[in-house]
């Protein structure tokens, strides 16, 4: 098909392209696999606008896996569960508490330090949620807080998994979108570790109104000298993974196989990890990746589609129509984000949402990577609020405590996140920092 019959295309769209708009829609709704419904979706598309021929549907599946950076996925989820099974991540959760436990609320305050910790690690929410969930929850119900309450802790400081730095989301919109990975995580990390303290914050407020946490320890210098010599192993591999790619030295998926390396090399030397553990790490991360890249491979011939439709200049005039006013427009990309966020994880919601809303954003002359940052960190909202609710389900699995139950409780923590939300997206100094002019 020639570009002149691709451009008639793209200029009626009919009842066709919404009819499969609307299946791609109901599957989603009903419950189906993610990568299902939009490979469907995405192939009824090609036949309702005939804009692509099929056969490039097939190539575009392969294409769009075919990235270096992709590499870094498996081996970021690699390096969080051998940091688990080689109990690293108990001396990590150790440090957060010598280092927070001294003040008011200072299990919960170490238990989001924990998380951060973890994050810099594994770039990935789930498995932060539930690592420091088993070494937490039990402690924090001990120390006064209801069930409900310490699971939305622990859910709520997960978040941090795709915040902050190295995270699997800034691969893929850096994939998505072009731009340096290692440019995106230096960009996120004030953003990320703001979202971290305002989870502090708010625990810290929720429990001077119900007085969940009694009781506290003193801060002593000597143990947190003590906690830092034994998480000295521990603290090396995000050393590794952030200061070689901030330094240069590495690219984000090399520092992701070094960090594989080290945390393996440390737990055969001290003998938490042995040969037998290997098949078991690599089928854990092999299931995590079998749901992240298909979604990936199908959704990006869905993008392509909508670029030829020029489906996203189409919606900036519709959004410019709405409102000429940079501020609301940027709070309603946010509102939208917000609610993609409920009924998506963050993986669909970057390959689907990119896209369409970069131009928007570049209309208010905003630079791609601060619509970056602001797009991650308010879909990291979304693993935090039902329906999908990632890191609930995660904490509700592990606990037996319902998901509407932990939701209540979750509400403050997703205010204090809008929060920081709301700063990122009028102060880009926040994330531009760093990033050269």
Not at 159 to 171: D, K
Request: aromatic share 8%.
């Amino acid at each position: 098909m020639d570009f002149m019959l691709m451009q008639e295309a793209a200029m009626t769209l009919g009842i066709e392209f919404y009819a499969a708009l609307a299946l791609l829609g109901v599957l989603i709704l009903i419950g189906t696999p993610i990568w299902v419904s939009l490979g469907l979706g995405t192939l009824a598309m090609v036949y309702a606008t005939g804009v692509i021929p099929v056969s490039m549907v097939g190539e575009g599946l392969f294409e769009g896996i075919d990235h270096f950076a992709l590499i870094a996925v498996p081996l970021f989820i690699l390096t969080g569960d051998a940091l688990v099974r080689s109990g690293l991540s108990d001396k990590l959760l150790d440090l957060a508490e010598a280092t927070a436990g001294g003040v008011r609320t200072g299990l919960g305050c170490s238990t989001t330090l924990g998380c951060g910790f973890f994050a810099c690690i594994s770039g990935s929410d789930a498995a932060g949620a539930a690592a420091v969930g088993r070494m937490t929850i039990n402690r924090l119900v001990e120390r006064g807080y209801p069930l409900p309450a310490a699971a939305a802790l622990v859910a709520s400081g997960a978040c941090t998994g795709i915040l902050i730095p190295p995270s699997i989301a800034y691969i893929i919109i850096g994939l998505v979108l072009g731009i340096s990975v290692s440019t995106l995580f230096l960009a996120a990390l004030i953003p990320g570790i703001m979202i971290m303290f305002s989870v502090m914050v708010t625990n810290v407020i929720l429990n001077r109104v119900h007085g969940f946490e009694q009781g506290r320890s003193s801060f002593s210098f000597r143990r947190w000298l003590q906690a830092v010599w034994a998480a000295r192993w521990a603290l090396g591999v995000p050393g590794v993974i952030l200061g070689g790619i901030y330094s240069g030295v590495f690219t984000p998926t090399e520092s992701a196989a070094a960090a594989v390396t080290i945390t393996m090399l440390i737990g055969f030397h001290q003998k938490r990890l042995s040969f037998a553990d290997i098949p078991k790490m690599l089928e854990s991360s092999a299931k995590v990746c079998g749901i992240i890249v298909p979604i990936i491979a199908v959704s990006l011939p869905l993008a392509q589609i909508m670029a030829v439709l020029d489906i996203p200049q189409s919606f900036v005039q519709t959004i410019s129509g709405i409102s000429s006013d940079p501020t609301m427009i940027i709070l309603m990309m946010i509102g939208l984000l917000l609610i993609t966020g409920l009924f998506m994880e963050t993986t669909p919601s970057i390959l689907i949402m990119s896209p369409l809303l970069l131009p928007l954003a570049q209309s208010l002359g905003m630079s791609e990577i601060h619509f970056s940052i602001i797009m991650v960190t308010t879909l990291g909202i979304g693993f935090i609020t039902p329906p999908f609710g990632l890191n609930l389900f995660v904490l509700s699995g592990l606990t037996g405590c319902s998901v509407m139950a932990m939701s209540r409780y979750a509400i403050p923590y997703v205010l204090g996140m809008l929060v920081v939300v709301l700063l990122v997206a009028f102060i880009p100094q926040l994330s531009m920092w760093g990033i050269p002019g």
